[in-house]
């Protein structure tokens, strides 16, 4: 669920379209690549990344950053932070429909989750509740990375950095990455930040956490993720 967005005739007249041109997913993303992708392809030969190489999203709720990594060899290279402008709730992972929380684990992103036609300008999908979620009888659903700057339960990001990161997202799908992972911490879950929270009564999960979380933070790679005894489980991508 998330609150009001801007109204849809500011973004036609933004992006040159009658409103039901707008209306229309396919021309509203097709407008908004023209507007935006210059500007980042240009970017991209400045950092040394291929367009449509794979992208790996992180999100940390405390800091409200959005980092977008892309492929590079091997490894993956952070090409841009956002800052999140609206999130609600409080650390912790979501546990029950309606209670407010944005999700924390391991989720993923496929063509068939991507709405160019959303209420919120652009959007996607994370795919919540996954396996996990689900092991622990969590229940919520349609929570979204999308445009505006108001949410609740999901990441608002602007219509600006949305476009950017929904454009980003599109043309690594369209050259044949399958999904792009987005996966979602509490915070930075250095050693430091754990230490700080050993008290919480989320703390055993985060732990959890933590290990996909330094599994990123020391190959520069995504771990394959898999659910196993109500518990994530890492391992090689193959």
């Known amino acids: 669920l998330t609150l009001l967005a801007a109204a849809p005739f500011f973004w036609a007249n933004d992006l040159n379209l009658s409103s039901r041109d707008y209306a229309n997913g396919a021309k509203r993303f097709k407008a908004v690549s023209n507007k935006v992708s210059p500007s980042l392809k240009a970017a991209f030969k400045e950092s040394n990344l291929k367009w449509g ?36 709730g409080s650390l912790g992972p979501k546990k029950r429909q309606g209670d407010r929380q944005v999700p924390e684990g391991f989720y993923y992103v496929p063509q068939s989750r991507m709405k160019p ?6 959007a996607f999908n994370i795919g919540y509740p996954n396996k996990f979620d689900l092991a622990h009888q969590r229940t919520g659903d349609f929570i979204m990375v999308h445009g505006s700057r108001f949410s609740i339960g999901c990441l608002a990001m602007t219509d600006a950095k949305i476009e950017e990161i929904y454009t980003l997202c599109q043309a690594a ?11 979602l911490f509490p915070f930075k879950m250095n050693d430091q930040n754990m230490a700080l929270h050993q008290n919480s009564p ?24 898999t659910v196993k005894d109500k518990r994530y489980h890492f391992s090689p991508i193959q």
Do not use: C
């Open 53 to 88: 190489s794979p992208v790996y999203l992180r999100a940390f709720k405390k800091e409200r950053q959005l980092e977008v990594w892309v492929k590079n060899g091997q490894k993956y290279q952070l090409f841009r932070t956002y800052p999140i402008a609206g999130a609600s």
């Open 117 to 122: 036609d959303s209420r919120y300008h652009l």
């Open 173 to 183: 799908l369209t050259n044949g990455q399958k999904y792009f992972r987005i996966h």
């Open 202 to 225: 989320h703390y055993p999960f985060w732990q959890n956490l933590q290990t996909g979380y330094q599994w990123f933070q020391t190959r520069k790679t995504p771990p394959n993720v």
